[in-house]
């Protein structure tokens, strides 16, 4: 019973570099979510995905961009990493947009 | 103003205390409530939903005033396990043009002493 699984769990990156976090759920939901979450900030909605085929911007979406690969798959992918990214970085799914969310383990992201 | 507003804390309580935590939320349209715990460096875990009703889920219990724009949770007979950060979480489904986003409070923080 995996729920919503995302790789990789930790990953360093020097600033500039390009990465792709993944994310994927076997709940049949419509709705994934990526989240970034800093101290002091709480969680802060980088881009969604109501449905299949669609995405839209969230609080936060500069440097980052999204691909819904498929039902199942949310990707986030980071082009020029930059010092300020160094986040942990959650990705969330719910059966409809607003319901309540089921979230992944979580992607700690270091960029120097 | 923030969008969703809780006491950051840390409420420190001992075990079998009871203890009440408060949030605010400023969008009027909002349609759903929820309640998320966060233990420390790990996922968020939806802990129960909040209906106008206000409902109740073993030694936790949530209500929702509308008219005030007010969610609140009450534990009941603490126990050392419930400390966490307790996230307070708001969302419109309904509102297109907005999105059904989630939007969380920042969490209050709570301890539970033996």
């Not at chain 2, 605010?24 to 790990?42: G, V």
């Amino acid at each position: 019973n995996a729920g919503v699984t995302q790789t990789p769990k930790f990953q360093v990156l020097k600033t500039g570099q390009s990465m792709t976090l993944q994310c994927a759920q076997d709940m049949n939901h419509n709705s994934m979510y990526w989240y970034r979450q800093d101290p002091g900030m709480g969680l802060r909605l980088i881009y969604y995905s109501a449905s299949e085929g669609t995405t839209d911007k969230g609080e936060v979406p500069n440097g980052y961009n999204v691909s819904r690969l498929n039902k199942r798959e949310f990707s986030l992918r980071l082009e020029s990493a930059a010092p300020s990214q160094t986040s942990v970085y959650f990705c969330a799914s719910s059966e409809i947009k607003g319901a309540g969310q089921h979230f992944g383990d979580g992607t700690r992201l270091s960029i120097l | 103003r923030k969008e969703v507003e809780q006491d950051p804390g840390p409420f420190n309580v001992p075990e079998g205390a009871t203890v009440a935590f408060n949030c605010t939320y400023s969008n009027s349209a909002s349609q759903s409530f929820f309640w998320y715990r966060q233990d420390c460096r790990k996922e968020p875990k939806l802990l129960m939903s909040v209906y106008s009703s206000g409902n109740e889920d073993g030694r936790f219990t949530a209500q929702l005033n509308r008219a005030s724009q007010y969610i609140s949770l009450l534990i009941r007979d603490s126990k050392l396990s419930d400390s966490a950060t307790y996230l307070c979480v708001v969302g419109s489904f309904m509102i297109y043009n907005q999105g059904g986003k989630l939007i969380f409070g920042q969490g209050t923080e709570l301890s539970v002493k033996p």
